[in-house]
């Protein structure tokens, strides 16, 4: 019996039945890229000799890496994009002023959707697996293939169920949940397979928290994370889009390669260690870290939900003096919303620097690029060696209330410690 | 397909921002970023590296971000194929993309150590090493992906055919 990531790709390549292993060729849903990718996709498009893409309706683009332009080459590359998606008419392009980081944004204008097959030139594609889509990430050239033929193949993955169970202590969130899944299993503990995460602890989470799940199984080496639809999916869906979906779900019986419980419950505020994700420890292991930097944003940590933790936590608190806090709210609906509520005068008064919605440090680009020896706390998704900046420096993940109270301190901090 | 190179190697979990770094995404021009090439693990691999020189890591061979820049710079240093115990799932299908051959062979690592001249035939599945006279046998890709390496990347392979002939 299939699994939902099974019935989705079977679907999408107009076949009944298919099994792990087996390569098929899907039809594109969405395909998404950004500022970074978008330049060099044209690139290769163009090398292909066609004079359109395939489908102007099915193609995202929102700039978010390096802007807004860090530098002249940034200009450069966003010229690129900005000319091939005019030349084009992509129809759904949120350029400055209306952009956000691609993954935040992308469900909440409505083209994360059930039943759908998403690819993005990047990774943390994966993310959109959160309402119950095949979402994953592809390079440069297999995207031109994508913008060319609407098509993308795919070797169907076996899948691994995560049934995690259990209420979560307090200040412990979905990023924890998920950074000691990847300590678990490793970075490539589920190469090349899909991640299913259920159980009671998942249908308790909120939306926002889903995606950070569904964000970081590439960081265990999946294809794909996915979590079957529920109505809190459907009502999180119909209020961002009238485009109509189909429901897919793994059957009871559907065959998994292992079924992993995790006890959510005994779970405390997690940090991981330079330089892969897999490096766990507990924040109060970690306590005699100082940091320099701490960094609330990206797609993995820069929902408003995060925003609304930081600043419970920030509130009446000051940054400590030796620290810069640097708070990146993932798209301009949620930055606004953080002026409305009153988040935004939370965060200058106790310190933070806010920015404009950008990936920026969280890929050693701009807005808080780490120098030598530099320690960073952030609630972003990786901490590879000179990911953030210098290569002597170093990233420490964890949620965001972990990020804020260490902030607040100086040096790794539990929530529950302050 | 038959590639004969000199061994440089490294580790386990050799991720995409140590093989080209996020800041060096800026450049389009391949032949300037692929001098930042490894720079976190040692900066001094592309003065030392010679076009036909061959990699042979560990485990999960780049792991991380979908940049293609990742193979791309691999494949403009002139590096003719990477072995591994086995790769991360983007990097895999960029490299094929692209027309960097890429080899899962499980052990390889073991009997091939970094400065060895080592021999691999595409074809038959085998890697000679010339240094210690050893040989390993792997699994050979799918056909379908050899063709696109034949082409020397997908843009050929669809330019030739039009649409993915799986």
């Known amino acids: ?100 980081i691609c993954h935040v944004m992308l469900p909440e204008e409505g083209f994360a959707r059930p039943g ?72 490539d503990g589920a190469l090349y397979m899909a991640m299913e995460f259920d159980g009671e602890t998942v249908k308790n989470l909120s939306m926002d928290e889903r995606f950070v799940i569904c964000n970081m199984a590439i960081e265990a080496g999946a294809k794909n994370g996915i979590i079957n639809p529920d109505e809190k999916t459907i009502e999180y869906v119909k209020s961002k889009t009238q485009t109509p979906f189909k429901i897919f779900r793994s059957d009871e019986n559907a065959v998994y390669r292992e079924i992993i419980p995790v006890e959510a ?9 330079p330089y ?46 030796n620290v810069r806090l640097i708070i990146i709210p993932a798209t301009q609906k949620i930055y606004l919303k953080t002026l409305e509520t009153g988040l935004l005068r939370i965060f200058i008064q106790a310190g933070a620097s806010v920015s404009t919605p950008t990936c920026g440090p969280c890929i050693g680009g701009h807005m808080g690029v780490l120098g030598r020896g530099e320690v960073a706390i952030a609630s972003t998704n990786r901490n590879f060696k000179g990911r953030m900046g210098d290569p002597t420096s170093k990233v420490y993940l964890a949620s965001p209330a972990t990020v804020a109270a260490s902030a607040v301190t100086g040096r790794i901090t539990d929530p529950r410690d302050l | 397909m038959i590639l004969k190179g000199r061994v440089w190697k490294f580790g386990d979990n050799v991720n995409t921002d140590e093989i080209i770094a996020g800041k060096r995404l800026l450049t389009l021009d391949f ?59 983007i990097f895999f299908r960029n490299a094929i993309n692209i027309g960097l051959p890429l080899i899962e062979a499980p052990g390889a690592y073991q009997i091939i150590n970094e400065g060895d001249i080592i021999e691999v035939n595409l074809t038959e599945g085998v890697i000679k090493n010339f240094t210690t006279n050893k040989e390993i046998r792997f699994k050979k890709i799918p056909k379908f992906l050899t063709e696109i390496l034949a082409e020397g990347g997908v843009i050929n392979y669809l330019r030739k055919n039009g649409e993915f002939k799986i």
């Open chain 1, 1 to 100: 019996m299939p699994t939902i990531t099974e019935k989705i790709l079977a679907e999408a390549s107009g076949v009944k039945k298919i099994s792990p292993g087996e390569i098929v060729n899907a039809n594109i849903d969405i395909a998404l890229t950004h500022d970074a990718l978008c330049g060099p996709v044209a690139r290769e498009f163009q090398k292909l000799g066609l004079k359109e893409v395939w489908d102007r309706s099915r193609i995202v683009v929102t700039p978010d890496h390096f802007i807004p332009a860090k530098d002249m080459e940034a200009a450069n590359l966003y010229l690129e994009m900005d000319k091939f998606v005019r030349e084009q008419g992509i129809q759904n392009y949120y350029p400055i002023g209306n952009h956000g």
């Open chain 1, 116 to 187: 759908t097959v998403i690819v993005g030139t990047d990774s943390h594609t994966c993310t959109h697996g959160a309402v119950g889509a095949f979402a994953t990430g592809i390079g440069t050239t297999e995207m031109a293939a994508v913008f060319a033929t609407g098509k993308c193949w795919f070797r169907v993955p076996e899948t691994i169920k995560f049934n995690i169970t259990g209420r979560l202590k307090r200040y412990v969130y979905a990023k924890d949940v998920i950074l000691n899944i990847i300590g678990k299993i490793g970075v």
């Open chain 1, 265 to 273: 419950d005994k779970i405390e505020p997690t940090v991981a260690e």
């Open chain 1, 276 to 321: 892969l994700p897999s490096n766990i420890r507990t924040a109060r292991e970690l306590n005699n870290i100082e940091i320099n930097q701490a960094v609330i944003g990206s797609c993995t940590g820069g929902r408003y939900s995060d925003l609304e933790i930081a600043a419970e936590i920030l509130k009446n608190r000051k940054v400590a003096s």
């Open chain 2, 31 to 89: 032949n300037e970023i692929a001098k930042y090439a490894f720079e976190a693990i040692d900066p001094e691999f592309t003065k030392k590296v010679k076009p036909g020189d061959i990699i042979i890591a560990g485990d999960n061979f780049g792991c991380g971000s979908s940049r293609e820049q990742a193979p791309i710079v691999i494949k403009k240093l002139g590096v003719s194929a990477v072995i591994a115990n086995y790769f991360a799932r």
